[in-house]
């Protein structure tokens, strides 16, 4: 019977369906690189992973409002409301991707000059992708926020599958960086329609009254903070990268961020489940420690195996996606993967403490964020060194955030570790 009641667990069922769906997502990111990395060679590669780069690196303004929706969406008390929320939401991405995204083109002739991309046009294939991925990560966030975990990850595999198909047939038409771009950009748009069909009963019909933006901009800016260092921190390593080293060496880089990922967003789907349900959780008044416990263990377990199989595996692990040619970074996989997995447990504790409204621990991530950045921009003698200073700065972070959590809960707090760890 207690076997029973643990399947049925909220966290482990959405959990299942986001872990299986995510990695599938996943998979499929991985047959995109692997794609890319064998047609296009290690230098064309680079070009690539480092544009990815960029467009993850931009969305973190998006990405802090994202989690700002799936706080507030799954604290409202009714459908009426959910409904008027999901309609001004949707309104604000339309306005804020715009924004963005002329942001982002005006930029662009100086990051081909940073990066010295060799295709400059791809570069400029950033803004449209921008402006829709600001759309469809705030419709993913409302779908979040709803406990809606099926249909968010029909969302994400809508956009792999396109993205494959689509770069597939770029890449054979001799297209190279800019047909991958390409490929990014129309399976970006593809899920951006499937999204919207998923939420077309909260986004149809008139907006009732705009909500009090006062708390949603008061908790947005933390988690924008949080957002802005955690994007940093698995970009800012590459772009330094790209900047300081030899096209052939930022090419393998490339491949060891994008396997040593594995490790971070193997796991990060119980993050996304853990966070709505706290928050809805924490909004009640009941319960909820032991969803964040638990979440601890199932992202740990995660993490270790794909060190470990990195770690006795990682010839077999780089060739299989990339080839010989990137073979050359295999011996330092295994580090990659350790710190990615480090940053994934500081992610959830940190995602932790936005869904209870503890906002301060987001200066920690800022902290390490900046000491990670200064580190390898003043010491880089090779790629090994790059890799270690990374995981010295999310070690120190991963401990900060840790002595912090029986801080929270001192002084007047509302409600002490004892009586919130019973389900």
């Known amino acids: 019977m207690k076997i029973t009641n643990i399947l049925k667990h909220p966290l482990l069922q959405g959990s299942l369906v986001m872990v299986m769906g995510s990695n599938l997502f996943n998979l499929g990111q991985f047959i995109y690189h692997f794609i890319a990395g064998r047609f296009l060679g290690k230098a064309h590669y680079g070009d690539l992973a480092v544009i990815i780069s960029l467009l993850g690196l931009i969305s973190i303004i998006q990405l802090s409002v994202g989690l700002t ?13 959910i409904s008027n929320l999901a309609k001004w939401f949707n309104r604000w991405a339309f306005f804020l991707g715009g924004i963005l995204a002329v942001f982002t083109l005006i930029l662009s002739p100086l990051v081909v000059d940073f990066l010295h991309i060799t295709e400059p046009a791809a570069v400029y294939l950033l803004a449209p992708t921008l402006f829709l ?44 960086v800019f ?107 009941e319960p909820y420690l032991k969803f964040f416990y638990l979440s601890i263990l199932l992202v ?81 003698p090779d790629i090994l060194t790059v890799i270690q200073l990374s995981i010295l700065s999310a070690t120190l972070l991963l401990i900060s955030l840790i002595v912090y959590f029986p801080y929270c809960y001192r002084n007047g707090k509302k409600t002490s570790l004892d009586n919130r760890t019973s389900l």
């Open 133 to 176: 991925t600001v759309i469809i990560f705030t419709q993913r966030s409302i779908l979040q926020g709803l406990l809606f975990f099926g249909r968010f990850v029909t969302s994400l595999l809508t956009e792999v599958t396109s993205k494959i198909i689509l770069t597939v047939i770029f890449v054979l038409l001799g297209l190279k």
């Open 69 to 81: 929706i799936v706080k507030f969406i799954a604290a409202a008390k009714n459908e009426k409301e």
């Open 179 to 285: 047909g991958a771009m390409g490929g990014i950009l129309l399976g970006v748009l593809t899920s951006f329609f499937i999204t919207r069909h998923l939420l077309s009963r909260y986004l149809t019909g008139q907006r009732g009254n705009r909500p009090n933006v006062v708390p949603l901009l008061r908790y947005s800016l933390p988690v924008f903070l949080q957002g802005l260092a955690l994007t940093s921190m698995y970009s800012t390593d590459f772009i330094l990268v790209k900047h300081f080293f030899s096209e052939g060496e930022a090419g393998v880089y490339a491949s060891l961020a994008v396997l040593g990922r594995v490790a971070f967003f193997g796991s990060s789907p119980i993050i996304h489940v853990m966070f709505p349900l706290v928050a809805k959780k924490h909004a009640a008044d």
């Open 300 to 380: 740990m377990g995660i993490s270790s195996l794909v060190i470990l199989l990195y770690f006795f595996y990682p010839k077999f692990v780089v060739s299989l996606l990339y080839g010989a040619e990137f073979i050359e970074g295999a011996p330092l996989l295994w580090w990659f993967g350790l710190f990615m997995s480090i940053l994934c447990v500081a992610t959830l504790f940190t995602q932790f403490y936005l869904s209870i409204e503890k906002t301060k621990a987001i200066w920690f991530f800022v902290a390490a964020a900046i000491l990670q950045g200064v580190l390898i921009w003043l010491v880089h």
